[in-house]
T-cell receptor
Framework: QQQVKQSPQSLIVQKGGISIINCAYE??????FPWYQQFPGKGPALLIA?????SEKKEGRFTISFNKSAKQFSLHIMDSQPGDSATYFC????????????FGTGTKLQVIP | NAGVTQTPKFQVLKTGQSMTLQCAQD?????MYWYRQDPGMGLRLIYY???????DKGEVPNGYNVSRLNKREFSLRLESAAPSQTSVYFC????????????FGNGTRLTVT
């Protein structure tokens, strides 16, 4: 039972372009949606997160867009750079109480010069 | 400040052998987790410990056991390794609240032949 669906599985973007990764969730009890970034040989690390009381959150070149009615959220990377090449995981959890995070299947992003 | 430390980094086992993966965190976090990462499957929760003295099954617990040795350490044991357990294993820790970030170690790459 996959509660968080992520697409695409892989993505190639030219330097300077926009990278877009999409996720959809099923459990309406989820109310915290983080994105994790993973470089080869390393563990994932928190990149940016959003709660459903806002429709968008921006940190530098990274933006999360959130559509509560559609149960979808996406990560946009503006002006993509080769250093952004990594695997990105969306995730979902319940903010209140004990944390148990459900991850998407991951998107491998390659930014080519 | 090392964060989350996992040992070993690599391991090759024969089918039926046993081993213990070690994890320690120095951030005084309450909660600790074991995930496995497989291509196309994302990160799947094996076991977690919400606080010292408690452990619970995650999404894929079969074939594994865990021990929360103290607040710092959380080990994962494979009693009789199977080829299906070939994976990259990540330990993570967090404060515990649903909207607190997970801090991951750099993983153990396990191959079972």
């Amino acid at each position: 039972q996959q509660q968080v669906k992520q697409s695409p599985q892989s993505l190639i973007v030219q330097k300077g372009g926009i990278s877009i990764i999409n996720c959809a969730y099923e459990n309406t009890a989820f109310d915290y949606f983080p994105w994790y970034q993973q470089f080869p040989g390393k563990g994932p690390a928190l990149l940016i997160a959003i709660r459903p009381d806002v429709s968008e959150k921006k940190e530098g070149r990274f933006t999360i867009s959130f559509n509560k009615s559609a149960k979808q959220f996406s990560l946009h990377i503006m002006d993509s750079q080769p250093g952004d090449s990594a695997t990105y995981f969306c995730a979902a959890s319940r903010a209140g109480g004990y944390q148990k995070v459900t991850f998407g299947t991951g998107t491998k992003l390659q930014v080519i010069p | 400040n090392a964060g989350v430390t996992q040992t070993p980094k690599f391991q090759v086992l024969k089918t039926g052998q046993s081993m213990t993966l070690q994890c320690a965190q120095d951030m005084n976090h309450n909660s600790m987790y074991w995930y496995r990462q497989d291509p196309g499957m994302g990160l799947r929760l094996i076991y977690y410990s919400a606080s010292e003295g408690t452990t619970d099954k995650g999404e894929v617990p079969n074939g594994y056991n865990v021990s929360r040795l103290n607040k710092r350490e959380f080990s994962l044991r494979l009693e009789s390794a199977a080829p299906s357990q070939t994976s990259v294993y990540f330990c993570a820790s967090s404060v515990g609240q649903g909207d607190s970030p997970l801090h991951f170690g750099n993983g153990t790459r396990l191959t079972v032949t």
